[in-house]
């Protein structure tokens, strides 16, 4: 029997740890290991909150600063309790929430300063639970972005944890573009504050671009023993410079990703989709779950200064309650450049969006929260379109309804690692509109599964969305047993954990499965 530790800042296993897809990654993966007879370690940090109802299981004394600190490890529940799978979470008093899914935090002025602190305190104390034997014998730590490859530098440079030398270190990449970039000195959020009697190799640590900063996303690249990106289009991506907006790659560590390609440390294994288990909403109940949320968000203190806007969204809901739309297309996303960049920069492409789905009695829902920017730009736009209906909040009822009574599910992110949120619509048999990037690519193929933009200029990409949006009415319109097959085409596709955890112990752990 094999024993695994996964470390990460999210984990959907439990309530309240997810803000992005690495959630739903860390929350399957396990599972599909139990179901081999092997045993997995999940630990994530509290956030001040998530040990709250946990077993406290013992205190973990770490040296940073020249000074002890005392952090907790609790046991917590499972959403799902799975034989062979235990939650965990670490708790001290500076690794708190954030704004961003109560998980991270955004500081404008200096990028990572209080992420970092949480996370050099939370790796340390994973360090120190794994040198006393918390988990038992590790065979595996898979660690995941650059939250957890700290300790691939206590493994390396730390004298107190050599003992982590004895085990496999697996690193996914799941968002290159974050990269947890500090100083190393002269700076409360830095390597030398936390670790001030530790030799270090700052060649081997540095990002390229600033030599007195670690990149903690490069750290991970470079000391681990497999690299994994969660699609094989997106490993060939990245192994290529970057050049926004016409190709986002390497963003700055394609010559890490190189290296790694070269020496057989780097995969690209496609992330699965939960197809067995799953939530299942009813037909019919759109509407009223956008009501619902409304009404829940409006008595939220956070969402006070959105009252107006809430009320102005529930106004244009009940139009639709009993004159419904013939054709909906849709969009679930944290709104950042990544999905929705080509919005943000061209509107009057959305515009011609909107108004060409007017002209067949069609809308344009869109769910989600993110970058003030971007929330401020799609309540600007759903001012000015009826047909454009903008839920700026979180709803898990309401994703699932739309999800399940969609049309067309528009994705056209900027790059894609891998992406959930075509799989979860296929899985449903809604086609998908998708930028053809990534592991957008590698999922929904053109006129037989969905529909698929691409170009070799930003202005090529913008254009060819517009008309593959035409082409999507024009088959749906004109074409219904061509749409019912691309439909049928659609949910028979099949991403599964069980093949993609197969291909893990086989690349990325070593192990015959």
């Known amino acids: ?15 309240n740890c997810k803000a992005g897809g690495m959630g739903d990654v860390v929350r399957d993966v396990p599972r599909q290991i139990s179901e081999k ?16 109802k946990g077993r406290f299981i013992t205190g973990l004394n770490l040296n940073l600063r020249n000074t002890t600190y005392v952090a907790e490890l609790f046991e917590v529940a499972a959403k799902k309790e799975q034989p062979n799978v235990h939650h965990y979470v670490i708790h001290h008093s500076e690794i708190t929430a954030g704004e961003i899914g109560h998980i991270y935090h955004d500081d404008p002025e200096e990028p990572f300063y209080t992420d970092n602190i949480k996370y050099t305190i939370f790796c340390t104390a994973v360090a120190e639970a794994v040198k006393i034997g918390v988990f038992g014998k590790l065979d595996i730590i898979h660690m995941h972005d650059w939250h957890s490859s700290l300790l691939l530098f206590l493994k390396t440079y730390h004298p107190d944890y050599q003992v982590l030398k004895e085990m496999r270190y697996v690193y996914t990449i799941h968002n290159l573009a974050i990269q947890g970039i500090r100083p190393f000195a002269n700076n409360y959020s830095s390597l030398h504050n936390w670790f001030p009697h530790v030799a270090i190799d700052t060649t081997r640590l540095m990002d390229r671009r600033y030599q007195d900063c670690i990149n903690l996303m490069a750290v991970g690249i470079r000391l681990a023993d497999a690299v994994h990106t969660v699609s094989p289009s997106y490993k060939e991506d ?3 410079p970057s050049n926004p907006p016409e190709f986002i790659g390497g963003e700055s560590l394609e010559l890490d990703l190189q290296e790694a390609d070269n020496q057989g440390r780097l995969f690209g294994i496609l992330n699965g989709s939960n197809y067995k288990n799953i939530r299942v909403a009813k037909k019919g109940r759109l509407y009223r779950n956008i009501v619902k949320a409304l009404f829940r968000w409006l008595q939220e203190e956070s969402k006070k200064y959105k009252a107006e806007f809430l ?9 639709y309650v009993t004159d419904k739309p013939k054709f909906i297309v849709s969009s679930v996303a944290r709104l950042t450049e990544q999905k929705f960049y080509f919005f943000k920069r061209s509107p009057e492409a959305f515009i011609e969006i909107l108004d060409k789905l007017k002209k067949v009695d069609g809308i344009f829902m869109l769910l989600g929260t993110g970058a003030p920017e971007y929330e401020e730009l799609f309540r600007q736009m759903s001012y000015e379109h009826k047909n454009f209906i903008f839920t700026n909040g979180q709803s898990e009822d309401l994703i699932d309804s739309i999800y399940l009574e ?18 979860l619509a296929m899985r449903n ?38 008309l593959v949006l035409d082409q999507a009415l024009d088959v749906y319109l004109n074409d219904k047993a061509k749409w019912k097959q691309i439909q049928t085409n659609a949910k028979k596709m099949r991403f599964t954990w069980e093949k993609s955890v197969d291909d893990y112990y086989k690349y990325l752990y070593s192990i015959n499965p």
């Open 1 to 15: 029997m094999n024993n695994f530790l996964f470390v990460a800042a999210e984990n959907d296993g439990i309530p």
């Open 37 to 52: 007879g092997d045993t997995v370690h999940v630990v994530v940090p509290s956030y001040s909150r998530l040990h709250q």
């Open 238 to 240: 990245v192994l290529r």
């Open 311 to 319: 009320a102005h969204t529930g106004e244009k809901v009940m139009e």
């Open 406 to 423: 969609t049309d067309l599910y528009f994705m056209p992110s900027l790059f894609e690692p891998c992406g959930i949120s075509q799989m």
């Open 429 to 466: 048999g809604n086609p998908c509109l998708v930028h053809n990037t990534g592991g957008l690519r590698d999922t929904v193929e053109h006129m037989k599964t969905g529909f698929s933009f691409d170009g070799k200029t930003y202005d090529d990409k913008i254009k060819n969305m517009v």
